[in-house]
């Protein structure tokens, strides 16, 4: 059973992401993501901040109205020191933006990493999903800023860099879907 607060989190993702959709060849809810997200670390037995962390990780930056100072108050401390370290700045670049991401990682909280690799663990699952039921592949690549190489090389980069920092189950769940998602990419 997940505390009440697990439940508020779940709350206040599905009201924040109302109306958002996913890029993907079927428009699938965004909130279905962040659970999704949750529901990988709850596997692996993540404690009930770093869950509610995972539910509300993408509210700051994509959501109208949601603050870290509003994460804190309504959740606490360390979901929003979790939700922080998340959170990337949408006025920079899709460069600038990636490569903070990897660079940051030493730095993170341990929770953060683990927040940060299962959602990048279902990111690439969905976009290996997407490959491989595409007719025209090159259709679900122009919906990324990177494109297939710079996409698939800052998700290089970051899975190195989470590595060290995750538990190796995750690390190879990773690495797994990395490499799936290569050779469709690469048609191997």
Known sequence: M????????????????????????????????PVHVALILARAEADDETLQAAILHDVVEDCAGWTLERVEREFSSRVRRI?????????????????????????????????????????????????????????????????RERTLAMATALIDALEERIDPRLGRALRATLRDLENVAFRR
């Open 2 to 33: 997940f505390s009440t607060d697990v439940e508020r989190a779940l709350r206040a993702a599905f009201d924040a992401h109302d109306g958002q959709v996913r890029k993907g060849v079927d428009p699938v809810p965004y909130v279905v993501h």
């Open 83 to 147: 939700v922080e370290d998340l959170t990337e700045d949408k006025s920079k670049s899709w460069d600038e933006r990636k490569s903070w991401a990897v660079e940051h990682v030493p730095r993170m909280l341990p929770e953060a990493a683990a927040v940060k690799a299962a959602d990048k663990l279902h990111n690439l699952s969905c976009l290996l999903a997407d490959l491989a039921a595409a007719e025209r592949p090159d259709e679900v690549w122009s919906k990324f800023k990177g494109g």
